[in-house]
Nanobody, 126 residues
Framework: QVQLVESGGGLVHTGGSLRLSCAASGVTFSSYAIAWFRQAPGRDRDFVAA????????NYADSVKGRFTISRDNAKNTVYLQANSLKSEDTAVYYC???????????????????WGQGTQVTVSS
């Protein structure tokens, strides 16, 4: 059973930074692609970023390119999302997702991903 636990969310001012973590258990973590999605109230769950099983391939939503960086530490079974230059529109619940796949392909579609965490709230205030 795959378990994903997000942490690192909180309240930050516009222009600030946060580092979100997604810790996995119950799996051979290094065989999984991992993604971050986010969902604001009343909106769909949107793709943010993804990283392949080896870390050799990444994919970002246009809205976060240049501001967010996804990385992974397979020894710690953890994926990180460094979020810099935060804007009010980044306010959302952030979810991590996993898919068992040893490939460089990373689909931004919600339905492609197999497992989900419970989310962590990020609030950016002006």
């Amino acid at each position: 059973q795959v378990q994903l636990v997000e942490s690192g969310g909180g309240l930050v001012h516009t222009g600030g930074s946060l580092r979100l973590s997604c810790a996995a258990s119950g799996v051979t973590f290094s065989s999984y692609a991992i993604a971050w999605f986010r969902q604001a109230p009343g909106r769909d769950r949107d793709f943010v970023a993804a990283i392949s099983w080896s870390g050799g391939s990444t994919n970002y939503a246009d809205s976060v390119k240049g501001r967010f960086t996804i990385s992974r530490d397979n020894a710690k079974n953890t994926v990180y999302l460094q979020a810099n230059s935060l804007k009010s529109e980044d306010t959302a619940v952030y979810y991590c997702a996993a898919k068992p796949l040893q490939s460089s392909f990373l689909d931004p579609g919600y339905h492609w991903w197999s497992y989900w965490g419970q989310g962590t709230q990020v609030t950016v205030s002006s």
